[in-house]
């Protein structure tokens, strides 16, 4: 399972842009708008809330930051960093 610790940046995840109409994107670009436009929020309990991008999904999501998960699809069926878990590192102080 690939952890916060170990992931580079690197790695291209596809997402569809309904404005565009068109596949493309990186986990990092992700993270940082998510934080950029204030989507995630600190529950106060080690877990964050991730709210939706407007225009482009419906979905809340719930980051576990002890247990390094999240509610997506990406993170619980590959088991791997998500950018949602990104983002919450990145609002935390620290970097992609």
């Known amino acids: 399972m690939a952890t916060l610790m170990n992931f580079m940046g690197k790695e291209e995840v596809i997402h569809y842009d309904s404005k565009i109409q068109?596949?493309?994107g990186n986990q990092g670009s992700?993270?940082?708008k998510?934080?950029?436009?204030?989507l995630v929020q600190d529950?106060?309990?080690g877990t964050y809330r991730i709210l939706?991008?407007?225009g482009y999904n419906v979905s809340e999501y719930r980051v576990d930051?002890?247990?390094q998960?999240?509610?997506c699809q990406y993170n619980t069926t590959k088991g791997l960093v998500c950018s949602h878990l990104i983002a919450?590192?990145?609002?935390r102080g620290g970097t992609e």
């Open 69 to 71: 998960s999240c509610t």
């Open 30 to 32: 992700k993270a940082r």
């Open 43 to 45: 529950n106060g309990d």
């Open 65 to 67: 930051w002890m247990a």
């Open 22 to 24: 068109e596949l493309h």
């Open 88 to 91: 919450v590192r990145i609002f």
């Open 52 to 54: 939706p991008i407007q």
């Open 34 to 38: 998510l934080v950029r436009d204030k």
